[in-house]
C-alpha cells in the first residue's frame, strides 16, 4: 500500500478553479492506478476520475467530463486533479485513492489506499 496526502482545497466561487494535489509515499506508485473521488454532506462518496498507471487511459465521472482534468507524474508521485467552470454542486470532500487495477478502475473497491480528504467548497 501506499501513503496518500491530498492538498489544494478551499473556498471558490461559482466558475472559478481549483487544482488538487496528491502525494504519494513509496517507490511503487507508478504501479498504481490513481483515482478522485468525492462526499458532500449526506451523500455516499462518488467516483470522479481515475488515471492508468502509464496515463494512457483516463476515464472520468459524467458530471465533472469537460470541467475537471487528472492527470500524473510518476516521476514526483503526485496525481493531480484540476477543476475549471467550479459548479456548487461540486462542493464535497475529494478523496485521492490508489488502486491495483493498474489499467483504471472506477469502482471504489478496487481501491485500497485513500488519502483523508480535502475539502471544496463552491460559492454561488
Known amino acids: 500500500q501506499v501513503q496518500l496526502v491530498e492538498s489544494g482545497g478551499g473556498l471558490v466561487q461559482a466558475g472559478g478553479s481549483l487544482r488538487l494535489s496528491c502525494v504519494a509515499s513509496g517507490r511503487t506508485f507508478s504501479t498504481y492506478a490513481m483515482g478522485w473521488f468525492r462526499q458532500a454532506p449526506g451523500k455516499e462518496r462518488d467516483f470522479v476520475a481515475v488515471i492508468s498507471w502509464s496515463g494512457s487511459n483516463i476515464y472520468y465521472a459524467d458530471f465533472v467530463k469537460g470541467r475537471f482534468t487528472i492527470s500524473r507524474e510518476n516521476a514526483k508521485n503526485t496525481v493531480y486533479l484540476q477543476m475549471n467552470s467550479l459548479k456548487p454542486e461540486d462542493t464535497a470532500v475529494y478523496y485521492c485513492?490508489?488502486?491495483?487495477?493498474?489499467?483504471?478502475?472506477?469502482?471504489?473497491?478496487?481501491?485500497?489506499?485513500w488519502g483523508q480528504g480535502t475539502q471544496v467548497t463552491v460559492s454561488a
Open positions: 485513492a490508489a488502486s491495483r487495477v493498474s489499467y483504471g478502475s472506477v469502482l471504489e473497491p478496487d481501491f485500497g489506499s
